[in-house]
């Protein structure tokens, strides 16, 4: 199966997901069914340290990350990234590794989440790692305690208007906006949200059948809303998950077509910095991803995010969109970092 994949151009990804592996056979023999039965280098292999270790015959794991290290150089003729999960009951924390070297080494929210929240948690973290690292987007498992940073004033950009009733919000996250819109006089707004636990934590608030708030899950390049269906859209910290322009561009094109004409469509991202360290990142992810777009980085607290240029937004949107307003803001990032944030309010012809 993994070979007729393979000739039809699957990306291969390997879970490994027994626990006692010392019923399964030697370490040489799992080695043998996992990696040596197959000539190509998978793209992805997922499985918990002391599977590593009793395959690989590992030591235990340190606390300065040479373990890791140690392993990625192993693993990097096997496999394009590899992702070790380990912790509190093997899944609080997760480490992802690449070209022989750790990307990145992150809690996971699994220690946190409530006991109905860790059913299938290591699925829920194994999808978005696919996301990711194999297509390009970042999406959120269960974290309570996960607060977005873009500021909810940059709805003021939205100018009155008598009439207008509709709103869409595309990446609502859990909601955060929806309160905002509804002062600002919207009186139906749906957002839109890939993310099942942000989507979860958002309809514990605004159960299905609120009046006013519809909420969806589904990917919003693709959803099929109807034309013409909305006054304003809003895209507040969204972009930054997109690594290739052509799933921004896809955005843009189903937000014109689900926007009124005249409609407008506000943005609210994550500019690029200038700081040695933000430009060190940059340049280090272009490195070890040759091809990848400048401006993209490894946030400290696990996952791939990209910041952008005014311009290159600009230049994204046409000709779609007529860009009416401007801005640029200093946002804070999640881990706290401080980087322009830039605002564009825009309006469908």
Request: proline share 5%; with cysteine; aromatic share 12%.
């Amino acid at each position: 199966m993994v070979s007729l994949a393979e000739e039809e151009g699957a990306r291969i990804v390997i879970d490994v997901v027994p626990h006692n592996l010392q019923a399964v056979g030697s370490p040489e023999y799992v080695r043998e069914q996992i990696f040596r039965r197959h000539r190509k280098r998978f793209d992805l292999c997922i499985a918990e340290w002391h599977t590593w270790q009793y395959i690989f015959g590992l030591d235990s794991l340190d606390a300065s990350n040479s373990s890791f290290q140690t392993f990625a150089r192993i693993a990097e003729p096997l496999t394009d990234f590899v992702s070790v999960r380990y912790g509190f009951e093997n899944c609080g924390r997760e480490a992802v590794l690449h070209g022989g070297e750790l990307l990145w080494d992150s809690a996971t929210g699994y220690e946190e989440a409530e006991p109905e929240h860790r059913l299938a948690f290591g699925d829920q973290i194994t999808m978005a790692l696919l996301q990711q690292l194999l297509l390009g987007r970042h999406t959120w498992t269960w974290q309570p305690d996960l607060a977005f940073t873009v500021p909810l004033s940059v709805l003021e950009f939205i100018p009155p208007a008598p009439g207008r009733e509709f709103a869409l919000d595309v990446g609502c996250g859990y909601g955060r906006a929806f309160p905002e819109l509804l002062r600002l006089g919207f009186r139906r707004i749906t957002g839109i949200e890939n993310s099942s636990s942000l989507v979860a934590r958002a309809r514990a608030v605004y159960p299905p059948g609120d009046s006013a708030i519809t909420i969806i899950q589904g990917d919003a390049c693709n959803y099929d809303f109807a034309p013409d269906s909305f006054d304003v859209v809003t895209v507040m910290g969204v972009l930054t998950a997109f690594q290739r322009d052509s799933d921004v561009k896809s955005l843009f094109a189903q937000v014109k077509k689900t926007l009124r004409p005249g409609g407008y469509l506000l943005i609210a991202d994550f500019g690029m910095s200038l700081s040695a360290d933000y430009e060190r990142r940059y340049r280090d992810f272009v490195r070890r991803f040759p091809g990848a777009t400048y401006g993209t980085t490894i946030s400290s607290c696990g996952g791939i995010t990209r910041h952008f240029r005014l311009s290159d937004l600009i230049s994204l949107l046409a000709p779609s969109f007529a860009v009416c307003r401007t801005a640029e803001q200093e946002f804070t990032t999640l881990t706290g970092g401080r980087v322009p944030g830039l605002v564009l309010l825009c309006r469908k012809g």
